[in-house]
């Protein structure tokens, strides 16, 4: 857990749950001057051409690939994840770099969409202007990046606020970018908790994108309505995984417990439901238990751990509740059901079987390692559970026949389907929530798009 004061925001290491560092906040002053002077080097970084945008954020990319140790140990120490996953994490943002670095150019090029002799109608993209990238701190390098990667290739001014249980990495990213050449004033990180990240989104700014819970996501939105600034918001999810009875269960049970309990269950994605087809539920219950019971659980700095701490203390609060729930509602709990016995944040890996919907477990987002599963007669009742939620980030099915899944799949109100794997984000894919998961797209090319503003030019020839 990280507290902040009015002058410093210390932060914890989620695995011991000790104090481990102290930074001087910002306080609602501070963020109006940092605001004001990315309006004023917006206009310089938007001038700069585009080549050398290009150029300073794969000087960036080659440096982080060259960090990819002590960044992954930075974040380990402040989040708690495991650091094979925080190393996981950073060198994947390579190919999100990549992605980038080769698309912008296309897409930002200007289009003339009619012409003839007397006129010429065309249209060109411009920056926003100062974007505040608002982040959480469960993929810091992917929800940060996917963000101000876009904004500053796009030519806009960034005012980047990590999540407080993300800091030091959040300054660690600043620092390189800088060096790599990113104006000081054109990226800066505003430092603290929850009420710094309520005076930005007070600041003058053009375009607010935040990741973060829907409850914060509501808050973020009447903010930027105040001022009309443009609002992307990537929220939570309850995401449902129907596993049908043409199966591979082995395979299936196996890719679906690296899905629920992957980074502790702290993912946007993480599978939070399993609807399972009845004919398959017993083999694939106990697959899916044998599987679990080989997760390493432990210190996060380990290489050999794949379950460390949850990074806030609070949400053991929540978990504690969802499991009380789920067991006086008639659910089995068949491995963990409580936090363990040492020091730090840490909840055993826990499964809940004969789940059903008046458990909290199966509608409200758990953001933890405890997965409920739920019995099916078919594919019916399954995509009518599946769609019992108010989120709609994503959605999977898990079988043998693609007619048959892709059907279902299309059915879904979510912004990302899968067919035989889930928890998976890819830089060529838009990005996107329905409902309570979000507003807007990051990622592909409509995640660079969403950086910029049109202009239409009407030129008439004399
Ligand atoms: P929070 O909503 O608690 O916080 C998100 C960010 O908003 C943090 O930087 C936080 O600061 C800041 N913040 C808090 N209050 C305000 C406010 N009033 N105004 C402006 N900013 C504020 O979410 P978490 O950080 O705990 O992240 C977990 C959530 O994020 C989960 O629901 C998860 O599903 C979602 N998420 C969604 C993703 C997606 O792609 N759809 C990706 C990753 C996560 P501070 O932390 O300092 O309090």
């Known amino acids: 857990m990280t507290r902040s004061t009015t002058q410093m925001l210390q932060i914890w290491n989620p695995a011991t749950g000790e104090v481990i560092d102290a930074l001087p906040a910002d306080d609602r002053a501070a963020v109006m001057d940092k605001a004001h002077r990315a309006r004023e080097a917006r206009v310089r970084w938007a001038a700069t051409r585009l080549e050398e945008r290009i150029a300073t954020l794969a000087r960036f990319r080659k440096l982080v690939a060259e960090r990819v140790e002590t960044l992954a140990k930075t974040t380990t120490r402040e989040t708690g994840k495991p650091v094979t996953q925080a190393r996981n994490e950073i060198k994947a943002l390579d190919g999100r770099l990549a992605f980038f670095l080769e698309n912008v150019a296309p897409t930002l090029a200007a289009r003339t969409v009619f012409s003839d002799d007397t006129l010429e109608e065309r249209i060109t993209w411009e920056p926003l202007g100062v974007v505040a990238n608002i982040s959480a701190w469960n993929y ?15 030519g806009n001014a960034v005012l980047y606020k990590p999540s407080e249980h993300a800091t030091l990495t959040g300054l660690a990213l600043a620092s390189l970018l800088h060096n790599a050449g990113v104006p000081e004033s054109a990226f800066q990180v505003v430092v603290g908790g929850g009420h710094v990240g309520a005076a930005l989104v007070e600041a003058p700014i053009d375009g607010i994108f935040f990741t973060g819970s829907h409850a914060t996501g509501v808050k973020v939105a009447e903010a930027a309505a105040k001022q009309l600034s443009k609002v992307q918001l990537e929220l939570g999810g309850k995401d449902a995984v129907y596993v049908m009875d043409d199966v591979d269960v082995d395979r299936a049970a196996e890719a679906t417990a690296d899905g629920a309990f992957y980074n502790a269950g702290q ?20 697959k899916f238990l044998q599987t679990v019971d ?11 751990t794949y379950l460390g701490p949850l990074t806030r203390a609070a949400q053991l609060d929540v978990l504690d509740a969802q499991v009380d729930d789920a067991r006086a509602e008639g659910g089995h709990v068949r491995r963990g059901g409580a936090r363990l016995d040492r020091a730090g944040f840490f909840f055993a890996p826990t499964v809940v079987t004969e789940a059903n ?6 509608r409200d987002e758990t953001f933890g390692p405890v997965i409920g599963i739920q019995k099916v007669t078919d594919d019916l009742e399954a995509a009518a559970l599946m769609r019992d939620t108010p989120y709609g980030l994503t959605a999977s099915i898990y079988g043998q026949d693609q ?22 984000v890819s830089p060529r894919l838009p990005w996107s929530g329905r409902g309570h998961s979000g507003l807007g797209s990051t990622l592909s090319t409509l995640g660079i798009s969403a950086f910029v503003q049109p202009k239409a030019w009407h030129l008439r020839r004399p």
């Open 357 to 362: 919907h008046r458990m909290r477990l199966m």
């Open 403 to 424: 007619t048959r899944a892709e059907a279902l799949l299309a059915t879904m109100e979510t912004g990302t389907v899968y067919w035989n794997c889930c928890d998976r």
């Open 140 to 154: 810091p390098y992917f929800v940060g990046s996917n963000v101000f990667v876009p904004a500053l290739l796009a």
């Open 294 to 304: 080989a997760f390493v659980v432990g210190d996060p700095m380990d290489e050999r």
């Open 267 to 286: 993912s946007c994605c993480a599978v939070e439901r399993l609807y399972v087809h009845e004919s398959v539920y017993d083999a694939f219950v106990e």
